[in-house]
């Protein structure tokens, strides 16, 4: 696929193709979407219509078998991602699927074995590890600003209902069944793999998690604590049945010589604080496509310019971290 136009093809077009991912796939150079497909063929004709789409399909197979379609992005939920992946490598076409990658790390070794098996690519949607704001904050730490680095805190905490949905009780990021838990795999999924991208490998996780509110079958509260191949620690304390006035989002990054807070979700700054200067805010425009730069990255890569960050591999790592810090169930 070297120095080609790479021609996409989409499974599941719901919301998160309406801006955040799909909109870049025919709007970057050398990118073009060419078929979509949902399982309700209305309303895979409407997402084609709307987004000037040539071809729409309601099977997954007659998409992944279209001769123009060279590459597969998989924006199902996760209980499907395994079975679509298989599907999509044995057509011999590189795989972008959504977070998290699977609903279990088994399920992420098997993408993972089937794709390299198959010799295709396989590429997963963290796209904060392209994100202008958090390339930055990778700088200001691999070159030493804040010293070293001490401890690493997240601190992520919702209302039951949030803004995210209407009704939890119809919303599949809370079916264990469907997502492999609940917003703490939606959400935390991010975080992790952001520290990932940050610090390396975490090596030790462990945890306990709940469900204190009863409002669905997934855990609404997970604390746990964990450990960077580096020797860095790190804590997490995840809670999504607070009350309003609790809600906050931050990761909290400590240095001997400083600091970093930023939050995951919803903005482009952060701060820094060195010991004997002035404190600091950084301010980063989000693209209108939040995943376009990442996109970007899978783009040079398939067309033999470059490399992505977040593949199938540093992905799993991220599953692998979730199941420990849930392991512990607390009735």
Known sequence: MENKEICW??????????????PALYSLPNSRLVAVMRRDAEKAKDYAQRHGVPKWYHQAQALIEDPEVDAIYIATPPHVHLELTQQAAAA??????????????????QMIATCEKAKVPLF???????????LEIKRLLDEGEIGEIRTVHINLKQVLTPKLVSSASENWRVIPEIAG????YDLASHQLDLLDFFFGKIT???????NQAKAYPAEDLVTGS??????????????????SASEIDEIVIDGSKGQIRF????TGSFSLLQDGKAPRVFEFPLPKHIQSPLIQTILDKLQGKG?????????????WVMEQLVKNRIA
């Open 307 to 319: 490399t992505c960050p977040s593949t199938g591999i540093s992905a799993a790592r991220t599953n």
């Open 92 to 109: 011999g076409k590189p795989v972008y699927v959504e977070k998290p990658m699977a609903r279990t790390y088994r399920e992420c070794l």
């Open 124 to 134: 997963v949607a963290y796209y904060r590890r392209a994100l202008p704001h958090f």
């Open 181 to 184: 838990g609940g917003y703490f």
């Open 9 to 22: 093809g989409i499974l599941g077009v719901g919301n998160v193709c309406e801006v955040k991912s799909a």
């Open 204 to 210: 030790q996780a462990t945890g306990f998690s709940t």
């Open 226 to 243: 964990f450990v960077f191949e580096n020797g860095i620690l790190g804590t997490g304390n995840w809670c999504f049945t607070t009350s």
């Open 263 to 266: 939050a995951t979700f919803g």
